[in-house]
């Protein structure tokens, strides 16, 4: 078989790192003056539309409820979208992020905006000495190289950067990664783990102005960032997520919910081998690229050998209860809300043992997310979904995308820091 290397790196960042783990890399210290506990903390939104809507919504409750925070801008590539964002929330709004950038009256930014370009307004945000609340996934699956320049420059600014995968700030996640490494179940061999819906409205996303066209109201420009330059359609605009440029379906949009517990419970890094399968089974009647049926297989051997399988379709939500299978046990999920937690954790031992039921509880994760960058832009310390979370969490996908995009194995080179396909 064929074997190229699918990104390039970075001599000096290979020269740094050759050889180590990445929870082994040498890291800046945190630089940056700690706000005090009394100093409003001001926020800038890039990306006001559905998921951005629901971070203003969330921090103009905080702000109401008390919490030290003001919205104070924002700025979105549509111009309908932008001023309604802005009227609501009483918010300046600003046409370009870089321009929002440079507002002084700005601390931290929020990026809601398309996949794409996650990581590039959040490198031009840190590299402008703010921090960050970077939606997930942490780029496109085709920007692995870009992720890791953001996790380097993030540290070597000593920025704080929290990664949408609120999932690690619910308090059941955290009690499943103490069980784990606690030894309950011995040493985990295999976890299986699936996200089932039934329906495409996740990529089918709403057209508010189905005759829009490029103009000072519609930045194409700003909206492709370094995608292919192709001509504009509406479909593209406003409901991107159905297209392989912009989005990489249920594996980077909808694996990060399930994924992202059993990184942390595991402590898993990126993958030392990855397969996926799947395409575009049940929704064939429009101009669909990104699959709806999706399977990802993925092989560590650090911090020891196991195998994560992950599952998707959309054309059916029968839920089977996640798994770990250990040496010595197995812990399932009962009733589980990606968004919010579990109604328990089932622990089950192989040889004899008492099974043991944890309750569960179910919260408001995006809420309890904020509150922990909030809190770490303050102190200055690393949010529990920080970026070297986020880059770990960013190279498993990106290889189960290029494996199922080039039908090839992709495998991570630990010395180059970067992905090939063989």
Same mark, same amino acid.
């Given at each position: ?20 783990? #990445? ?28 998921? /951005? ?10 702000? $109401?409820?008390? %919490?030290?925070?003001?919205?104070? +801008? ?13 009227? *609501? ?10 321009d929002l950038l440079a507002d002084k009256n700005v601390d931290v930014v929020l990026i809601a905006t398309p996949d794409r370009n996650h990581v590039p307004q959040a490198l031009d945000a840190i590299r402008a000495e703010k ?41 059941? @996640?955290?009690? #499943? ?16 783990? !699936?996200?089932?819906?039934? /329906?495409?409205?996740? %990529? ?15 930045? @194409? !420009?700003? =909206? ?7 001509? &504009?359609?509406?479909?593209? &605009? &406003?409901?991107?997520?159905?297209y392989l440029d912009y989005a990489g379906g249920p594996c980077t949009d909808l694996f990060p919910h399930v994924y992202t517990p059993f990184v942390s419970a595991l402590k898993l890094g990126i993958p030392q081998f990855a397969?996926?399968?799947? /395409?575009?089974?049940? =929704?064939?009647?429009? $101009?669909?690229?990104?699959? $709806? ?5 993925? $092989? ?10 992950? +599952? ?5 939500? =029968? ?8 040496? *010595? ?8 809300? @990606? %968004? ?11 040889? !004899? ?32 979904? %920080?970026? *070297? ?14 494996? @199922? ?18």
């Open positions: 078989m064929s074997n190229r290397n699918f990104l390039p790196t970075r001599r000096s960042f290979l020269q740094a790192t050759a050889g180590l783990s #990445l929870a082994a890399v040498t890291v800046s210290r945190l630089s940056a003056r700690a706000l005090g506990a009394n100093e409003r903390i001001r926020i800038g939104f890039i990306g006001v539309g559905g998921r /951005g809507m629901n971070h203003l919504k969330t921090c103009k409750a905080m702000a $109401d409820a008390g %919490e030290n925070i003001a919205l104070v +801008a924002a700025c979105d590539a549509y111009g309908p979208r932008l001023r309604a964002a802005a009227g *609501e929330f009483n918010m300046k709004p600003y046409r370009r992020h870089q921090d960050v609340y970077c939606e997930k996934p942490m780029g496109h699956w085709t920007q692995f190289a870009l992720s890791r320049t953001f996790f380097q420059e993030t540290r070597k600014l000593g920025r704080v950067v929290q990664i949408g995968n609120q999932g690690n700030s619910n308090p059941l @996640w955290r009690k #499943l990664a103490e069980l784990v490494q606690k030894g309950i179940i011995g040493k985990p061999q295999l976890v299986n783990v !699936g996200y089932y819906r039934l /329906g495409d409205w996740g %990529e089918r996303m709403n057209i508010p102005d189905p005759g829009a066209k490029p103009s000072e109201d519609l930045d @194409w !420009g700003a =909206f492709l960032g370094d995608a292919p330059k192709v001509p &504009f359609t509406v479909d593209r &605009f &406003f409901s991107w997520r159905k397969v996926a399968n799947g /395409g575009v089974f049940k =929704f064939t009647t429009y $101009d669909r690229e990104v699959p $709806d049926t999706f399977s990802l297989s993925m $092989d560590y051997d650090a911090p020891q050998p196991c195998t994560v399988n992950i +599952a998707c379709t959309l054309a059916n939500d =029968f839920m089977t209860p996640p798994a770990i299978r250990g040496d *010595e046990g197995t812990i399932t999920l009962r009733n589980v809300s @990606w %968004e919010s937690g579990c109604d328990a954790i089932n622990v089950t031992p192989l040889r !004899g043992g008492q099974p043991e039921v944890i309750v569960g509880s179910k919260g408001d994760s995006t809420r309890d997310h904020w509150m922990d960058f909030l809190q770490c832009v303050r102190t200055r310390s690393r949010p529990v979904a %920080e970026v *070297e979370f986020g880059y770990r969490v960013q190279g498993a996908l990106c290889m189960g995308m290029l494996a @199922w995009k080039e039908r090839k194995v992709a495998r991570y080179d630990k010395q180059k820091q970067e992905i090939v396909l063989d």
